[in-house]
C-alpha cells in the first residue's frame, strides 16, 4: 500500500527508482519491492521519501477523529 504511494510520488516528480533509492541511501532493488509490494514500507523510509519528493501525510484515528503525530507512530514501533 505505501509503495505504491512512493511509486506515485516518484512518478510525479520525475524520478527514476535509482535516483529515488540513492537519495534514501537504499539499494534501487529495495525500493522496487517497496512499490511492488514484496517487502513493507518502514515509516523512516516513507517519512525520509516524503519529505525528499516535498509530500505531507496525514494519518488520522478514525475512531478517535484525530491526527496521528510521528512522535505517537515511533512510540507505537
Known amino acids: 500500500m505505501w509503495g505504491d504511494y512512493i511509486k506515485y ?3 510525479e516528480r520525475c524520478l ?3 535516483e529515488l ?4 541511501f537504499i539499494a534501487p532493488s ?3 519491492h517497496y512499490e511492488v ?10 517519512d525520509k521519501a516524503m519529505k525528499i519528493m ?6 488520522v484515528d478514525c475512531k ?6 510521528k512522535m505517537e507512530i515511533e512510540r507505537i514501533k
Open 16 to 18: 527514476t527508482q535509482r
Open 64 to 69: 478517535k477523529n484525530k491526527e496521528i503525530t
Open 9 to 11: 510520488m516518484r512518478i
Open 54 to 59: 516535498n509530500y505531507k501525510i496525514t494519518i
Open 21 to 24: 533509492a540513492h537519495k534514501l
Open 30 to 32: 529495495t525500493l522496487s
Open 37 to 46: 509490494g514484496t517487502r513493507m514500507v518502514p515509516y523512516s523510509v516513507l
